[in-house]
Each structure stands twice: as structure tokens, then as C-alpha cells.
């Protein structure tokens, strides 16, 4: 669509829903590497305004280290410096059922691969890249500088052959409002397996 329209493209792109963090999530992420589309500015609140389940969501991490060694340049002093301080602070939030121990290691691994990659495709850093990974290095046991290479690798599940039963029963959706259906249908199809 860029290609024949570029105007139509974004008005596309603007009408992504913003509270997704998982499939527009990932869309917007790629599509905001687009420079044809997205301005340097505007590419830079995207990034700020990623929720902190999706800035480290490891499904979104490959696309999200693209487009942020794609667009580094084009980002403005202060808001490449917030970008890098939100990936020096590591995610926040543990996942269910991981210990504080296991969390801690977990953290300074996405950190170090992220910060890493990134100064590997020559993104330039404001602070020391060595004294920082000397400091994670500690909590990150097993970690070498060489596993950073490793971050932009798809993380999809191996594919596998399986089929689906098609249900036409529509009635438990009849009553949910239109931004829920698709969750409420995923519920029932849980609970149908």
C-alpha cells in the first residue's frame, strides 16, 4: 500500500489500535520502521509509548531491535537517551510463577542482547556500553557478548501439522461488544479443548 499510496497507508497505520500489545502491537512496530511512513519524531513515541509487557515481549523483540537499528539515527538526542534508559532498567514486570532469582538472571540476559545487537549494528550509546555490561554482567550468569548476535533470531515455535474443527455456533458472542468478540471466542475455544 505504501508503494501506490502513501497516504492511504497512513491513514491505515493510524487506525491500528493502540491497546493491542500483541498482533497490531508487533504491526505497528514493523511498520513504524518505515521511514516513508513514519516521521524519526513520531517513530520515537511509538517506541516510548510501547506498554512494558510489549517492549519486552520476547515474540516482539526481533522486530523491535530491527526497526530500532533502522531508525536510530533519525531519533532526537533526548528521546534515544529515554529509549536507552528503558533498556538499561531491564523489564519490570516479573513473569507468572518466576522467582525473584530467576528473574533477576532473565532481566540482565535481555538487556545486555538487546544493548549489544544494537551497538553491534553501530548504534552509538550515550553512556559507557562497557561499564554497563561489567554491572549486569554479575546477575547475568553465563552470559557472553557473542549470545547478542543471537537476539534478532525468530523465536516462532517449530512448525508442526495439526488441524482445526470449524464451529459456526455463534450464540455465546451474540451479547459481547464488537472490540471483545475476538477474545471472548479465543476463551471459548480454550475451553473447548
Known amino acids: ?100 532469582a530467576d528473574f533477576g538472571v532473565r532481566k540482565a540476559w535481555a538487556t545486555l542482547n538487546r544493548l549489544h545487537w544494537l551497538a553491534n549494528k553501530d548504534c552509538k550509546f550515550s553512556f559507557d556500553l562497557e561499564a554497563e555490561t561489567n554491572k549486569l554482567k554479575d546477575m547475568a550468569i553465563g552470559w557472553e557478548p557473542e549470545m547478542a548476535a543471537r537476539a534478532a533470531e525468530h523465536i516462532g515455535a517449530p512448525a508442526r501439522v495439526s488441524w482445526a474443527k470449524t464451529n459456526t455456533e455463534h450464540a455465546a458472542l451474540l451479547y459481547y461488544p464488537l472490540n471483545d468478540i475476538i477474545a471472548k471466542a479465543q476463551e471459548i475455544s480454550r475451553k473447548a479443548e
Open 1 to 100: 500500500l505504501m508503494k501506490f499510496d502513501i497516504a492511504s497507508a497512513g491513514r491505515e497505520f493510524g487506525a491500528w489500535p493502540v491497546n493491542d500489545d500483541k498482533t497490531f502491537c508487533r504491526l505497528r512496530i514493523w511498520a513504524s520502521g518505515k521511514g516513508d511512513l513514519v516521521s524519526g519524531q513520531s517513530f520515537g513515541e511509538i517506541i516510548k509509548g510501547l506498554s512494558e509487557d510489549a517492549f519486552w515481549d520476547h515474540d516482539h523483540q526481533r522486530d523491535l531491535i530491527f526497526v530500532l537499528q533502522e531508525r536510530w539515527s533519525d531519533l532526537d538526542e533526548q528521546t534515544r537517551m529515554e529509549i536507552e534508559n528503558r533498556i538499561l532498567r531491564g523489564r519490570t514486570i516479573k513473569w507468572p510463577g518466576e522467582n525473584d
